[in-house]
């Protein structure tokens, strides 16, 4: 027999009604008692999920890195996503953004969430942090074991645009991409590599670059695409970025230096952000439904018998001009 509420009572020497309360996040405790209840909650191995509660509030949670959504977009798609979800059901949602130095666990009891989404990058002490708030929990564009998720099968969009590089043959292509503690650009870098194998062509490690941390994206991307161009041996005759505003960075450097892109260099992003349309040459991408996965985040969430905890969005590619070279 599992652990019950009875149990937990016990363990923290409080009333049956005060671990519903602490476990339901409702009005009416302590902080101090709050955090005993799920504390001991947390050590008997009881499951929140038994308490069936009904989700009013869900917080939807953001690194401080990701929310200038004028430069990077991505994310105020997904939150959109989030919204329409959660106004279907009757869900309240509220947007917190918090860095690696800041109390998440404080801010956290300000929004009262009974149920928390977490998108993109968060440090694994924030993410275990909020594991131990024995909250309902989603993780959207992020992944840990254990954990509901909601991805993009970005390793396939990697394939998808080496692919349709190899096939304008291409064959020394670069990429550049961020930190791999992000679990998207990990599994992008891991796709780009394994087309080489699937290609039957040697990987040179040397075409493969990471930003310098601690730079604005669009500045990291650009120095990335300098010491492409620098480096000794024949140059890089195509470059798949992370995402597309590091791939724009890298065509306006390569354009700066007079190279005609896709002449002389094809370049190709991921996101499908409006901007890669509207460029010169337009982009080609992997476009991802955006407002999907945050809104697929959202029903796996509130699914109380989910057939898979793990779920893979599919991605498309668009090829524009950037890599394509019109024929005479």
């Known amino acids: 027999m599992g652990t019950t509420i009875r149990d937990i009572a016990r363990a923290a020497s409080v009333s049956i009604g005060t671990v519903s309360r602490a476990l339901k ?123 509901r998720s909601v991805n993009l099968d970005n390793a396939e969009g990697a394939a998808l645009a080496m692919r349709h590089l190899f096939a304008q043959n291409r064959k020394r292509i670069a990429f550049i991409g961020g930190s791999l503690a992000h679990f998207s650009i990990a599994q992008r870098a891991l796709g780009y590599r394994r087309a080489f194998f699937e290609a039957g062509l040697l990987f040179d490690p040397s075409l493969e670059v990471a930003m310098d941390a601690g730079l604005d994206p669009d500045t990291g991307a650009a120095q990335a695409m300098e010491r492409l161009l620098e480096a000794r041996g024949p140059r890089v005759d195509a470059v798949f970025a992370y995402n597309d505003a590091a791939a724009l960075a890298a065509m306006r450097v390569c354009q700066a230096r007079g190279l005609r892109v896709p002449e002389d260099i094809a370049i190709i992003g ?51 001009a950037s890599t394509s070279v019109k024929k005479p």
């Open 25 to 147: 996040n409702q009005p009416g405790l302590s902080d101090a008692t709050r955090l005993r209840v799920v504390e001991a909650a947390r050590q008997l191995g009881y499951d929140a999920a038994q308490l069936r509660m009904r989700i009013r509030r869900l917080t939807f949670l953001l690194h401080r890195q990701h929310n200038n959504f004028t430069v990077s977009p991505f994310f105020s798609h997904v939150l959109h996503g989030v919204e329409d979800a959660c106004r279907e059901r009757g869900i309240v949602p509220s947007l917190l953004t918090a860095g690696p130095t800041e109390d998440v666990i404080q801010q956290m009891r300000v929004h009262s969430p009974d149920a928390v989404a977490i998108a993109g990058f968060v440090e694994p002490e924030t993410l275990a942090t909020l594991v131990k708030m024995q909250r309902p929990l989603v993780l959207i564009d992020l992944w840990a074991p254990g954990l």
């Open 270 to 320: 991921f996101d499908d952000i409006p901007a890669a349309a509207h460029a010169t040459p337009p982009l080609s991408t992997i476009a991802v439904d955006k407002e999907a996965l945050g809104r697929r985040g959202v029903e796996l969430l509130l699914d109380a018998a989910p057939a898979e905890t793990e779920v893979r969005l599919p991605v498309q590619l668009i090829a524009r």
